[in-house]
């Protein structure tokens, strides 16, 4: 069974930076695509970052030149390094990706997302 496990959120000032970790677990084969999404209280979930070996990364426009994804492979875990903290950053951030995973010669290839972590931008 694969898992994904968001950490290193927390409470920071504006201007801080904070780095979340997405880690996946489990029978992975490989992992295509991860993206790190968030979602503010009544608003819409929107996709942060994300980065696809061999494709690059991504980023929205309001985090370009702040954030920074990059990725583990061999640890099977994604970054997302966050500088310059705003409060309108303040959000649970989640995090999604593609594996393809199995046992036994079978294989499943499917989207998997976190649980997510909360990270608020106050003084």
């Known amino acids: 069974q694969v898992q994904l496990v968001e950490s290193g959120g927390g409470l920071v000032e504006p201007g801080g930076s904070l780095r979340l970790t997405c880690a996946a677990s489990?029978?992975?084969?490989?992992?295509?695509?991860v993206g790190w999404y968030r979602q503010a209280p009544g608003k819409e979930r929107e996709l942060v970052a994300s980065?696809?070996?061999?494709?690059?990364?991504n980023y929205a426009d309001s985090v370009k030149g702040r954030f920074t994804i990059s990725r583990d492979n061999s640890k099977n875990t994604v970054y997302l390094q966050m500088n310059s903290l705003k409060p309108e950053d303040t959000a649970v951030y989640l995090c999604?990706?593609?594996?393809?995973?199995?046992?036994?010669?079978?294989?499943?290839?499917?989207?998997?997302w976190g649980q997510g972590t909360q990270v608020t931008v106050s003084s």
């Open positions: 980065i696809e070996s061999g494709i690059g990364t």
């Open positions: 489990g029978n992975i084969i490989s992992i295509r695509a």
């Open positions: 999604s990706a593609d594996i393809t995973s199995g046992v036994y010669g079978t294989r499943t290839r499917k989207d998997y």
